[in-house]
């Protein structure tokens, strides 16, 4: 090494700093919003799955209704999933309640009314899906059993869009209603929820009768009837309105399809079908 190598001068970029690390970015909740919800234990969805199928087939006597009532219910609830995360409200999360059903929820607010109504309409919808498998078991064993699983997974669809809190139908049609007037809303809500509390108590259904009555209380106190973002326009009113007709007639359909190969005649499987939403029958 020469002398001239021993005395050289650094260069103008040898003192700089190493480079830092790049940062790990860290997810983090806006602020404001409330921690991602992780969603239900999966030992705990299993043993709520286990208890509420359980209780299905000892009230029913059919475990085929017990399968086709869990299968139709998940379903029914994937079909609020995918609408909550195709209109940004998601990642959304499915929790089971033994005895009670499920609950789709999302980690915030739909944008406007419109999305609520049709993240609400979406459960009823998709849920009709489920009724596929028990068709075609039907079709390939000729076994009328499996078309009690057709039409008790149209009866969950169909009973969802009653217009009581909390279920479907109410969050489809109140803000409908509450377009006209808040009062109107309130009230039909009201009159609705009092009238299916009494067909489950006379019927003999006393936990969902029970779970309802807790419902509506729960919105009669907190006094909120509106979610946060922008309210329906009459355009929108009308297509909520249009929306609902057509989940609800195909639910209807779907049912009838289930019951005529038993009952063998569309009037028959009319009154069939009914019978099940008579006062204490």
């Known amino acids: ?27 983090r909740p806006q602020a404001g919003e409330p921690p991602l919800d992780k969603g239900q234990h999966p030992v705990w969805a299993v043993v709520s799955t286990l208890l509420l199928g359980g209780f299905i087939w000892w009230v029913s006597g059919s475990w085929v209704v017990a399968v086709a009532a869990i299968w139709g219910l998940l379903v029914h609830e994937y079909g609020h999933v995918l609408a909550m995360n195709a209109l940004g409200m998601g990642p959304a999360r499915i929790y089971i309640i033994p005895f009670l059903g499920g609950v789709a929820k999302s980690q915030r607010l739909p944008a406007s009314e419109w999305h609520g109504v049709l993240v609400s309409l979406a459960g009823p919808a998709f849920g009709l899906l489920a009724a596929i498998p028990f068709f075609g078991l039907y079709i390939a064993t000729g076994q009328g059993m ?25 969050k489809a049609l109140g803000p409908v209603l509450a377009r006209i007037h808040p009062m109107v809303e ?38 909120v009837w509106r979610p946060e973002g922008r309210q329906l326009n009459w355009p929108e009113a009308a297509r909520s309105v249009g929306l609902f007709a057509i989940v609800a007639a195909a639910c209807a359909g779907v049912a009838l399809s289930g019951l005529m190969p038993i009952t063998g005649s569309f009037s028959q499987a009319m009154a069939l079908a009914g019978s099940y939403f008579e006062f204490g029958r």
């Not at 005395?7 to 190493?18: D, Q, Y």
């Not at 057709?150 to 869009?161: D, E, H, P, S």
């Not at 006379?202 to 729960?218: D, R």
Request: glycine letters at 8%; aromatic letters at 8%; a negative charge.
């Open 1 to 27: 090494m020469t002398d001239s190598d021993q005395t050289r001068r650094p260069g103008p970029w040898e003192n700089l700093p190493p480079p830092a690390a790049p940062e790990r970015e860290i997810a």
């Open 146 to 170: 499996w078309l009690e699983g057709v039409f008790i997974i149209a009866l969950i669809n169909l009973v969802n869009l009653a217009p009581a809190p909390p279920l479907d139908g109410s």
């Open 186 to 223: 309130k009230a039909a809500m009201v009159v609705v929820g009092v009238l299916v509390i009494v067909w489950g108590v006379t019927n003999g259904s006393y936990i969902f009768a029970a779970f309802l009555a807790l419902a509506l209380f729960g919105h009669l106190r907190r006094g």
